[in-house]
Nanobody, 129 residues
């Protein structure tokens, strides 16, 4: 069973910063592609940022330069550092993992919902002016 548990959400002012974390099962952490998605009511779930098994990352255009995704060293924790937050950054942030049965290290850049096979419960981020 793959465990993905988000933390760090909350309310912040426009221009502020927030760091989200996702506790990931150790058995998959190093080799998995991991990502953060954002869900807003009435809109499709969208990929925000992902990092693969080789620690290469990719970002949505809307957050590039403001958000940083990373696999923390020494802990099976995925983080998302969010700076200069905008009102449109608000929503439920969901941690996701892509692993394959052959246990190979995940390579490539994946930001589509269909690319991931495990999902966390999500955590709310509210950005207000």
């Amino acid at each position: 069973q793959v465990r993905l548990v988000e933390s760090g959400g909350g309310s912040v002012k426009v221009g502020g910063s927030l760091t989200l974390r996702c506790e990931v099962s150790e058995s998959i952490y190093g080799r998995a592609c991991l990502a953060w998605f954002r869900q807003v009511p009435g809109k499709e779930r969208e990929g925000v940022a992902s990092v693969n098994g080789f620690r290469q990352s990719v970002y949505a255009d809307s957050v590039r330069g403001r958000f940083t995704i990373s696999k923390e060293h020494g802990a099976s924790t995925l983080s998302l550092e969010m700076n200069n937050l905008k009102a449109e950054d608000g929503g439920s942030y969901i941690c996701a993992a892509r692993v394959t049965p052959d246990r190979k290290t995940c390579a490539g850049d994946y930001l589509g919902t269909y690319d991931y096979n495990y999902w966390g419960q999500g955590i709310q981020v509210t950005v207000s002016s």
